[in-house]
């Protein structure tokens, strides 16, 4: 149990904050509470309003630590990808140990020589990760741990967030009172969280995340993150256009489009799917007029994407997997797929208590984090481990016996002697 190490994650998406705390047990991993609070102080990936998000991130963190007994000391933070950059470098170790075994402090050492490289001053440096490993002439993926070699050559990917997105973002955090355990690119955990780099060694893979105000579309290639855009049209349109035609409050419409939108009319049933009263006047709405409403901002979303992605498609054997809030829209990847011809996939976690696609790259912080603490040896929990023992410690339970009718009648005997 002094082993147990609790971590929190938070994105500060573009309207709302979220936040996962668990933990790896075993190999698994088991999530202990889960936050998501709405806030307006962000718009298209950019902080608009810095004391609004940090007062709200405080708050929600407050709530968390509460639940679970323990204060939230810091946190892992997801970034966004908008202007994000790729630097690829290669860097050469000599093996010091005596008997030239290749050992994780070597590796280490690389990465810690990677990190140094000099960057352009409009890029803050997020994730060092190391790609391929070459020694006595052979290049590998898996770390080559135990080999015997003078020297290791590790080829890394210096991935690079615009500076002053990433510093506000920081900024927020800390002005909440939090310090930050590590840091990512949101469309870098989605890809760690779904085991995309898996499938895109002999592929492209294409990471959509469909948020309120913004898609961000990633490429993964040849295994590792190629490049990241940013295109500025999201669900927030559809939400907006239902809400203005029904008169529906946002967040009502927002539920309807997300649960019982469709975006392929031919499935959809003319029965009503919603009722309410405005001044005294009853409305009802049907799948196939909600299906309508949102039928010309979800094509112009799909034209958009189709634009974007034409020439990666078009240059090899591409899939797609579609997350993010907007991922829980019924019928979206089946249109997408049948306007980029190529295979288009949803994904939801299947972690119990996280199965959202908005929590995609929430949760793939946590797995971002395993891997440095592989690379940098980092250990740090982001929960107060004390007061967490504390909270869950196991009360001991009475037997059967203290349950008798005599038992508590001595009880209740006692209790008045003593208060007499």
Known sequence: MNNK?????LEIADHELRLIVGEFFNTRFNVIKVERVLCSGVESGQIIDQPMVSEAIRKMVDSASLKIGAAIEKVLLCVPSI???????????????????????????????????????????????????TCNGITTRRMPIGDISDELTVHLDLLCANRQIAFDYVACVENAKLQILDISLDSFAVAKEACLFEQAVDQNVIVLKLERESTSMALLHEGRFASCDVIPHGIGNWIAKVSDLVQLPLDVA???????????????????????SLDGVTSTISEQELCDIMKEPAEKWIDEIKSASEPIVSSMKTSVVLTGEGAE?????????????????????????????????????????????????????????????????????????????????????FDNKEKD
Not at 5 to 9: C, K, S, T
Not at 254 to 276: A, Q
């Open 254 to 276: 927002s539920r309807l489009v997300k649960f019982n939108g469709r975006v392929e009319p031919e499935s959809c049933k003319t029965s009503p799917i919603y009722i309410w």
């Open 329 to 413: 829209i019924e019928g979206l990847a089946e249109s997408l797929q049948k306007a980029l011809g190529c295979s288009v996939k949803r994904y939801f976690p299947e972690t119990l208590g996280v199965r959202s696609s908005a929590l995609t790259g929430v949760l793939g912080m946590f797995y971002v984090y395993a891997d440095t603490r592989i690379a940098l040896g980092d250990t740090e929990g982001c929960v107060n481990m004390e007061q967490f023992m504390k909270s869950v410690q196991v009360k001991p339970i009475k037997s059967a016996d203290d349950n008798t009718i005599t038992n508590k009648l001595k009880n209740i005997l």
């Open 83 to 133: 202007d994000a950059e790729r630097i690829g470098v290669k860097v050469n170790v000599r093996v010091d140990s005596i008997d030239k075994k290749i050992t994780i402090l070597d590796i280490r050492n690389a990465v810690k020589k990677a990190m140094s490289t000099p960057i352009d001053e409009q890029y803050a440096l997020i994730n060092a990760v190391c790609v391929r490993y």
């Open 5 to 9: 190490q609790i971590l929190a994650a």
